[in-house]
């Protein structure tokens, strides 16, 4: 699942794959590629083909709409692997993907918030600084888990210490009397 829409760029990596474009040895079956659903920004069924040739490689980008924005939109994606007849090229069949890693870039809401997050990369401490009071800030991992959060701040700046954290993209939503932003974090050790 993906929320967010503010002109983002959504990457999509399928992180479990097994013999890609190899035939298997018990019949002439072999990995064409995956087809990408999603969702509209309800986020609910219907699915919809957002690749109408399968895709061969293991990432795939698309623009998100700029209808909404970050909170109020919400984006699924299903994922299935396209296996054909070696022989006959004819589809034999179209198994969902079990695993998904879902990257959202992109997002450009620094210069409307006045929030300024330094240094990025970060590998010990990450600064988070208003112009107006910063009231919350959460960090999200690449599952959308959160995984440390600070509420009831009331202050315009906030050290993080991120020495702990693995190295990876990490999302920011930091609420304040300005309004809500998400940033994106690289923590690098």
């Given at each position: ?116 997050l330094?240094?990025?990369p ?28 600070c ?17 990876g ?21």
């Open positions: 699942m993906v929320t967010g829409g503010s002109a983002g760029v959504a990457l999509l990596r399928a992180t479990a794959l097994v013999n890609a474009g190899k035939k298997s040895e018990s019949d002439s079956s072999v990995l064409v590629g995956y087809n990408i659903y999603r969702t509209d920004t309800s986020g609910y069924p219907p699915y919809y083909l957002k690749t109408p040739v399968p895709v061969t490689g293991t990432t795939w980008s698309e623009v998100l709409p700029n209808w909404w924005d970050w909170w109020t939109c919400t984006y699924r994606y299903y994922i299935t692997a396209v296996f054909e007849d070696a022989s006959t090229n004819t589809v034999l069949c179209e198994p969902s993907s079990d695993t998904l890693l879902v990257l959202v870039e992109g997002i450009s809401e620094l210069a409307a918030s006045g929030i300024e330094f240094p990025n970060a590998n010990q401490y990450v600064n988070v600084t208003g112009k107006r009071k910063i009231t919350s800030v959460e960090a999200l991992n690449y599952l959308s888990e959160i995984i440390w959060t509420k009831e701040i009331d202050e315009n700046s906030l050290r993080i210490d991120v020495g702990s954290w693995s190295p993209v990490y999302i920011l939503k930091v609420a304040g009397a300005a309004g809500a932003c998400s940033l994106k974090l690289v923590i690098q050790h």
